[in-house]
């Protein structure tokens, strides 16, 4: 199995930073693509904020773009949401994203998630 255990979240005020971090642990043998999510309120459907690639492209949505950066550490399998100039409309839950696969055979890609981390920004 697949762990991802999300940690960085916090209070910060409006124009603040954060840097959020994403490890995965467990029976690795690669990590394709690593997201990060985000649910702004209860009911809500998430959306994608950044993704990256094992190769190091990204996207991002545009309500971040220039704002946040997306990296990824594969020796230690970890993806890291750095967020710049936080806005209020930034708080919500974020959520770490991988596919994994756990052994030589493809048949082994999983897609995992973390289990949240809460970012809070205040006016």
């Known amino acids: 199995q697949v762990q991802l255990v999300e940690s960085g979240g916090g209070l910060v005020q409006a124009g603040g930073s954060l840097r959020l971090s994403c490890a995965a642990s467990?029976?690795?043998?690669?990590?394709?693509?690593m997201r990060w999510y985000r649910r702004q309120a209860p009911g809500k459907q998430r959306e994608l904020v950044a993704?990256?690639?094992?190769?190091?492209?990204?996207n991002y949505a545009d309500s971040v773009k220039g704002r946040f950066t997306i990296s990824r550490d594969n020796a230690k399998n970890t993806v890291y949401l750095q967020m710049n100039s936080l806005k209020p409309e930034d708080t919500a839950v974020y959520y770490c994203?991988?596919?994994?696969?756990?052994?030589?055979?493809?048949?082994?890609?999983?897609?995992?998630w973390g289990q949240g981390t809460q970012v809070t920004v205040s006016s």
């Open positions: 994203n991988a596919n994994v696969q756990m052994t030589y055979s493809k048949d082994t890609l999983r897609e995992y």
């Open positions: 993704a990256i690639t094992s190769g190091g492209s990204t």
């Open positions: 467990g029976s690795i043998f690669s990590i394709n693509a």
